[in-house]
């Protein structure tokens, strides 16, 4: 296998995913029992549950989850051209970045937010282009809307991208479908909660509450290791870079392209602020600001020459395994 990871021939890409997805699985298989934590999201407690009870089942679930996120992650990027030259990059990045941020105890809560936030992303990207897909745009405010369900400190993260959905979109149509996407899972939720004999004004609270997700903040302090800030740090580092050769090679792209581009910097602002000043911040959002500086990095390896991108890639790599201790 090549570690010039810009040059990555498909069958490369997908080896180097699946490994991480069955290392990922491993270290899920040896972690320990998760710390209940009071609060947070309605669906967070059902998560963790299921792998309080079900440890060897949700270990080995991350194997299907990992590498169907970073397909559908990865795809997206891939086949709308985001980078000035044709990659498979995102398919290995996106399942190192996977396992470096969900080797926790409660991994299976992380992996499902991940999950979504690949969905957001790998179905979004399409929709900003001439040709936009209802459905594409549906299904993506859809999981978008369910992301509050599972860790309320993301509650800023959609509203603020469904507000740029359906400022950049600008037709009423897609506006509305946009919204009923996002309010939908919440309605749905609600609404069992009211069949089972419960008020659906309190139940709407405990998904979009953000003091819920308050509870959460403490558990960034511990999630933040020495190995995950190298880790962290080294990414947006890279990511810093690719930013910088984008700006110098952004005339070659097209407008979808520009724009994708524009709302990855936009939400990477915004995770960084929300990890800095936000009280109710948690894993998760360390988590999605992974995925989203990872999702730029291609066009750094790309841009740079075949032997620094081998060293600054397998530096990446060892970083992300170091996470485990």
């Known amino acids: 296998m090549i570690f010039d990871v810009a040059r990555h021939r498909f069958s490369e890409g997908l080896l180097t995913l699946l ?35 079900y440890p060897i089942l949700s270990a080995l679930a991350m194997l299907p989850i990992v590498v169907y996120a970073g397909l559908r992650y990865s ?19 996106a399942g190192i970045a996977m396992f470096a941020c969900t080797s926790v105890s409660d991994y299976l809560s992380m992996m499902v937010i991940v999950l979504l936030m690949s969905e957001v992303l790998g179905r979004l990207l399409y929709c900003f282009g001439a040709n936009m897909r209802i459905g594409f745009l549906f299904t993506s405010m859809l999981s978008l809307g369910a ?18 959905v359906v400022v950049v979109r600008g037709t009423l149509r897609e506006a509305i479908i946009s919204i009923t996407g996002v309010a939908l899972p919440t309605f749905v939720y609600c ?13 709407f609270m405990d998904v979009w509450s953000v003091d819920n997700a308050v509870a959460q903040h403490s558990a960034v302090l511990a999630y933040l290791s020495i190995p995950r800030l190298v ?29 994708t581009w524009r709302l990855l910097i936009a939400l990477e602002v915004l995770l960084v602020a929300m990890l800095l000043l936000m009280p109710s911040a948690s894993p998760a959002v360390v988590a999605v600001l992974v995925l989203v500086m990872t999702m730029m990095m291609p066009q750094l390896f790309i841009r740079i020459d075949v032997y620094a991108a081998t060293i600054a890639y397998l530096i990446w790599v060892v970083s992300a395994l170091a996470t485990i201790f």
């Not at 992301?147 to 740029?164: E, G």
């Not at 609404?191 to 139940?203: H, S």
């Not at 740090?233 to 724009?259: E, M």
């Open 19 to 53: 490994l991480f997805a069955v290392m990922a699985a491993a270290v899920a298989i040896s972690a320990g029992d998760i710390v209940p934590m009071e609060g947070g999201a309605p669906l967070r407690g059902f998560v963790d549950g299921i792998t309080m009870e």
């Open 75 to 93: 795809r997206a990027a891939v086949r709308v051209g985001i980078y000035s030259a044709s990659s498979l990059a995102p398919v290995a990045l």
């Open 147 to 164: 992301i509050p369900l599972v860790d309320s400190s993301l509650i800023p993260l959609v509203l603020a991208l469904l507000l740029i």
């Open 191 to 203: 609404y069992i909660v009211w069949l089972l004999g419960g008020d659906f004004d309190v139940a």
């Open 231 to 259: 880790f962290l740090g080294l990414t947006l580092f890279a990511n810093i870079c690719s930013i910088i050769v984008y700006r110098s090679v952004k005339v070659t792209l097209v407008d979808s392209a520009r724009i």
